[in-house]
């Protein structure tokens, strides 16, 4: 996306939502430090006093110091384990040496940030952990690793993405792919389906529907952060299309009562 483009998003969000607090994610089914100009699109929503979260592999260095100088207010660093055996199996062709060493990396260029800077616009990162059955043993070393670098740490267990490819298992339609992750989940989607339409009370709505817009590169609008088929796009242009008419179309969607239905909207807060 080009620069110019992401501007226009911003001025446009700002006409459609006044005086609201305002988070900008940039990313979504990809890699942010790919981007070149990835500091200049945290700088514009600095701009205009927005918070703005990156969430990265760090299998990439190139432009690590450019972010560190623009300062997401979040710098999420998403890891699977700890041995490259481990960590090969979730995270394809990444390598977990070169990520361990891109975390001192970026140690080292926080520290060495002005201190008039670390005040007047602090980065909190953050590691995630997700786990799985085969890295449960692992989690201790990335969290001792983590705090040696003063990095905030959490750990969740790892889920299935697309929310489709979850769907298709409950119908018994999922590819080998999907199945073998599945397989290594702590909760099976089938299982994690179970419980939440157990406990969940069903009055609260989904927050990736009612409190977020997702946007993609070439300006298409998704049903939701968490869906990936074409045929889940809600509009093809956001510059172009009314806040009421996405929000609209989001409510209109069949495939987000069926997600519902199997207790995959993320209501995180509604447990009876």
């Known amino acids: 996306m080009e620069l110019s483009i992401f501007e226009s998003i911003l001025e446009k969000i700002s006409i459609e939502r006044p005086g609201t607090p305002i988070i900008i994610h940039l990313f979504n089914w990809g890699e942010p430090l790919l981007h070149p100009d990835l500091g200049d699109f945290v700088d514009a929503i600095r701009r205009r006093g ?154 609260f709505d989904c927050e990736l529907r009612f409190n977020m817009t997702a946007i993609n590169v070439d300006r298409s609008v998704a049903l939701c952060c968490g869906t990936f088929s074409k045929s889940l796009q809600i509009h093809d242009d956001f510059l172009t299309a009314k806040a009421q008419d996405l929000e609209s179309a989001k409510y209109a969607n069949s495939f987000c009562a069926e997600c519902m239905q199997c207790g995959f909207a993320y209501t995180v807060n509604d447990v009876l």
Do not use: C
Request: glycine residues 4%; without cysteine; proline residues 4%.
């Open 50 to 203: 927005w918070q703005s979260i990156v969430s990265t592999t760090l299998n990439i260095s190139r432009g690590l110091d450019r972010l560190v100088e623009a300062a997401p207010d979040i710098l999420k660093i998403s890891l699977s384990g700890w041995s490259q055996e481990d960590y090969a199996q979730t995270h394809t062709r990444g390598d977990i040496d070169r990520v361990k060493d891109n975390m001192q990396r970026l140690r080292q260029l926080l520290d060495a940030r002005p201190t008039e800077q670390q005040t007047s616009k602090p980065l909190f990162v953050l590691v995630g952990y997700h786990l799985y059955k085969h890295n449960l043993a692992d989690a201790p070393q990335v969290k001792e690793f983590a705090e040696q670098l003063n990095f905030h740490y959490t750990e969740n267990n790892a889920v299935i993405q697309p929310v489709e490819r979850n769907i298709d298992l409950l119908a018994g339609r999922a590819d080998k792919t999907t199945k073998d992750i599945a397989d290594k989940l702590i909760l099976h989607p089938k299982e994690l389906s179970a419980i939440n339409r157990q406990r969940r009370s069903g009055q």
